[in-house]
Structures are given as structure tokens and as C-alpha cells.
T-cell receptor
Framework: LAKTTQPISMDSYEGQEVNITCSHN???????ITWYQQFPSQGPRFIIQ???TKVTNEVASLFIPADRKSSTLSLPRVSLSDTAVYYC???????????????FGQGTTLQVKP | GAVVSQHPSWVICKSGTSVKIECRSL??????MFWYRQFPKQSLMLMAT?????????EQGVEKDKFLINHASLTLSTLTVTSAHPEDSSFYIC?????????????FGPGTRLTVT
């Protein structure tokens, strides 16, 4: 079973900031949080990964509160091309520990409208 | 990010035949690769985990004799669907893991669309 819960779908408009929250109440100490984007008939694309606090890269930010029981993917100023399914996953990914498997949940289908 | 390729991108085969799908990590070495399957309008389902030089570990319900996985090198894993049937028609996606800055990051291939007629 997937360890995460996300909204099934979200709508937004071009130029808006989109925040997708993921719940992972049973996250383990060694678990990292990873977000992927998937377009139809393509493999998932890595967006961002983090362990705690805030992580930012050129495409998104990931906010993780102190208790790590949830996380929020923030997409600044979305465009029509950001319409996709977004997956939040947690797994043990530290290089020094036994690494876990990425088990996909249902994901969040984001629809960006003009 | 790291690049993972798959070949072929799509394949059509007749029922009863076997099909091989290749997965390559192009710019990194992957000790662990994964194979997923995705049916239309559904999420990805993990089929198996493959470590270089050892036997693959299959998820519950996945027939290891039907889905043969070989991970002969640090950059290549293959999935062979043996005696394919129409119900095996699906989107097969491989993934490879690489160590970056002390943590593992996992990258996915573009997928292979298999249609069994």
C-alpha cells in the first residue's frame, strides 16, 4: 500500500501558484519525500526530493513541517504545460541505510486552465 | 537529472510470443533498477526490483517465470514478457536509482507500450 494520501484532482489557472499537499502520517525516520510529474504515455519525471524544512530547485519548492507528517509541493506560476499527474512518495533513500521501494499512490491530477 | 532510456518505445506482438524490453541508465551506473507496469487511467504498479548481478525480487502477485528480468550490468536491465497474452498489454516503465549527495534519487525511463494481439 502507498504510504501517502493526496487530493485526487485540482484545478488552477495559468500564472497562479499551485500547492499540492500530501499526507504521510506514518513516515519513518529514514524516509525521504519525493515528488514526480507524469504526462500521459510518459514515464514519471523527478521534480524534487527532501527530508525536512524547505527544498527549492528551478522548477518547484517542497515544504516539510517539523513533524514530517505532510509535505507541500509548490509550483510557481503554472502554465498549461504543467497539466499532469503529480505523485508524492516516501521511501527510505538515505545512502547509508537499507533503501526502500517507491510505491505509487493515486497521485493528483492537476488541470491548468487558460 | 539523470537519463534513463528504454527500447523499444512501443511494440506489438502476437499472443504466445515473447517480447524483450531494454532499460539503460545513460549517464550513471545503477546498482538497482525497478520495473513498473501502468494500465490506462491507473497509477504505476511496482513489478520487481533488480540488483546488478543477482536475481530480481518480484512483488506479490507478479509471476517471475512470466516476467523475466536480467540485470547483467550497472547500466542495463531487461524485462522479457514470455508467452504474452492480451492481458499483458500495458505500459511498462523502468527506473534506475543513483546515489546523489548521500541520498538516492530514482529516475524513470520513457516507458514501453506493449500491445499483444
Amino acid at each position: 500500500l502507498a504510504k501517502t494520501t493526496q487530493p485526487i484532482s485540482m484545478d488552477s489557472y495559468e500564472g497562479q501558484e499551485v500547492n499540492i499537499t500530501c499526507s504521510h502520517n506514518n513516515i519513518a525516520t529514514n524516509d525521504y519525500i519525493t515528488w514526480y510529474q507524469q504526462f500521459p504515455s510518459q514515464g514519471p519525471r523527478f521534480i524534487i526530493q527532501g527530508y525536512k524544512t524547505k527544498v527549492t530547485n528551478e522548477v518547484a519548492s517542497l515544504f516539510i513541517p517539523a513533524d514530517r507528517k505532510s509535505s507541500t509541493l509548490s509550483l510557481p506560476r503554472v502554465s498549461l504545460s504543467d497539466t499532469a499527474v503529480y505523485y508524492c512518495l516516501v521511501a527510505s533513500l538515505h545512502g547509508s541505510s537499507n533503501t526502500g521501494k517507491l510505491i505509487f499512490g493515486q497521485g493528483t491530477t492537476l488541470q491548468v486552465k487558460p | 537529472g539523470a537519463v534513463v532510456s528504454q527500447h523499444p518505445s512501443w511494440v506489438i506482438c502476437k499472443s504466445g510470443t515473447s517480447v524483450k524490453i531494454e532499460c539503460r541508465s545513460l549517464d550513471f551506473q545503477a546498482t538497482t533498477m525497478f520495473w513498473y507496469r501502468q494500465f490506462p487511467k491507473q497509477s504505476l504498479m511496482l513489478m520487481a526490483t533488480s540488483n546488478e548481478g543477482s536475481k530480481a525480487t518480484y512483488e506479490q502477485g507478479v509471476e517471475k517465470d512470466k516476467f523475466l528480468i536480467n540485470h547483467a550490468s550497472l547500466t542495463l536491465s531487461t524485462l522479457t514478457v514470455t508467452s504474452a497474452h492480451p492481458e499483458d498489454s500495458s505500459f511498462y516503465i523502468c527506473s534506475a536509482r543513483t546515489l546523489t549527495g548521500g541520498t538516492y534519487e530514482q529516475y524513470f525511463g520513457p516507458g514501453t507500450r506493449l500491445t499483444v494481439t
